[in-house]
């Protein structure tokens, strides 16, 4: 079966109440999530879109930039609806040939106690951050971006008046989160295709265009589907600080690669020695190095996946059901900090045994 790149249960409840409303046992959940996402592919291959080729827009790179761009809303010349206005000096500055998530909002902080000083900490200033309060500042946030994309699109948005700057949200900080809290999914482009949600009585054969933008005068082109399904696996989650052991986004992920589930906080990390002598200390030794965990023991390493899994982001989920063998499997960003330099990333495969309560470490490159 084909893997899921992103399931989203975090902001989109819909297949958490669809379980609990239905009684739906584990492999109930797990048909009807694996039929959801067949009839999305059916969709995508419809309008000529290739869901594979969205995977970089839809989970974590290790070499990519993530980036939240600031404007100021009471500078932007468009005063009912400054949004667009942003949308649109960001998507002028977009490569052609890229595929990114967008995602907007307005900062959500009432009592004016947080964001001020999160972004005076965090953000790489271009003008100011003079705002007159924070749920005035409007943020575009997109993933999959080089570096010299990151700087192509802050030089170029130096000439609109409402551009303060931007935050870096490629790794882990309390300004990612807090700043991830506030953001809707607005859309993916996907090279010269841009992808919305319409709504749910209009007809995926359909495209339309909900926004207030027009990205075709952009010359870009315009593909929709119903929310249900674009809000559910072509919605990028930003990967939060978060403490907690479980939530439904985290048991419907699991659910989505097995017909039988079962706590990942009763789960034990399996590292089989072999594969952590040759693979991890030879093959990855410098990555370790560059970390500065060179000297990491498979003990430290499975305690790492443990606590990367209380943040509750799993990607890439999938369920290989051939007649010699039967696997579900998912993948998570371990993070390891670095003095004097941005955190080392490490990406894990990992295979889930939910009745033997197994984490089997597969790959980590």
Not at 99 to 104: A, D, K, V
């Amino acid at each position: 079966m084909a893997a899921i790149h992103t399931l989203n249960a975090r902001g989109n409840v819909m297949l958490s109440v669809l379980r609990e409303y239905f009684s739906w046992t584990d492999a109930r959940t797990f048909r009807e999530i694996r039929r959801f996402h067949s009839d999305l592919l059916d969709i995508l291959n419809a309008k000529g879109i290739d869901y594979d080729l969205l995977r970089t827009a839809l989970t974590p790179q290790q070499t990519k930039q993530e980036v939240a761009f600031l404007f100021d809303e009471e500078r932007c010349d468009n005063a009912v609806i400054p949004g667009v206005e942003c949308a649109d000096a960001l998507f002028k500055l977009l490569d052609r040939n890229t595929t990114h998530s967008i995602l907007g909002g307005d900062l959500i902080d009432d009592k004016d106690e947080i964001a001020r000083k999160l972004l005076s900490e965090a953000a790489v200033v271009a003008k100011d951050l003079n705002l007159r309060h924070p749920c005035f500042c409007y943020v575009l946030y997109v993933n999959n971006l080089s570096c010299k994309a990151v700087n192509t699109i802050h030089d170029g948005l130096k000439a609109h008046g409402a551009y303060l700057g931007y935050v870096p949200c490629t790794y882990a900080s309390l300004a990612k989160t807090f700043i991830s809290m506030s953001l809707v999914n607005l859309a993916i482009k996907h090279k010269t295709v841009v992808i919305l949600g319409h709504e749910d009585d209009r007809p995926n054969t359909e495209d339309y265009n909900l926004h207030l933008h027009d990205y075709t005068v952009l010359g870009l082109n315009l593909k929709s589907i119903q929310p249900s399904y674009f809000s559910t696996f072509l919605a990028y989650k930003i990967e939060r600080m978060f403490l907690e052991k479980s939530d439904d986004d985290l048991e419907i992920a699991l659910r989505s690669m097995s017909s039988e589930a079962a706590p990942l906080a009763d789960f034990t990390v399996l590292i089989e020695e072999a594969k952590f002598s040759k693979n991890l200390q030879t093959k990855k030794l410098g990555k370790l190095e560059r970390a500065g965990v060179a000297q990491l023991t498979k003990a430290d390493l499975e305690e790492a996946i443990r606590r990367k899994l209380r943040s509750n982001y799993l990607y890439n989920m999938e369920w290989i059901d051939e007649r010699t063998h039967q696997l579900s499997k998912f993948n998570i960003m371990l993070e390891f900090p670095r003095v004097g330099g941005f955190p080392e990333r490490l990406l894990v495969s990992l295979e889930y045994k939910p009745a033997e309560k197994v984490l089997r470490l597969l790959t980590a490159c």
